[in-house]
């Protein structure tokens, strides 16, 4: 994983739209770093989608963040939809 990446910022969102997406990717990250709640994975996945509802819109996030990172949020989306466990994680 790259240690320094950058998030695609809209230009339109405001503060909270900020911290909904970098809750998500800190959410991510922890997944694949040891382990993330899933209950709280799935809520900043919730608001995620709030600031970014279109769906090209979330690929193209999604796109970005995995060249830059090597973690897919739609992957670790969907291991967690699967998972019956409590704590997510992408070992």
């Not at 790259?2 to 998030?7: E, G, H, K, S």
Request: aromatic letters at 10%.
């Amino acid at each position: 994983m790259a240690d320094n990446y950058q998030l695609p910022i809209d230009g339109n969102w405001n503060t909270e739209d900020m911290i909904a997406v970098s809750n998500l990717v800190d959410a991510v990250l922890q997944v694949y770093e040891g382990g993330c709640d899933r209950n709280y994975l799935m809520e900043t996945h919730k608001h995620f989608v709030q600031v970014m509802p279109s769906k090209s819109e979330q690929k193209t996030f999604d796109r970005d963040f995995e060249e830059q990172t090597g973690y897919s949020i739609y992957k670790t989306m969907k291991m967690a939809k699967e998972s019956g466990s409590k704590v997510i994680t992408g070992a």
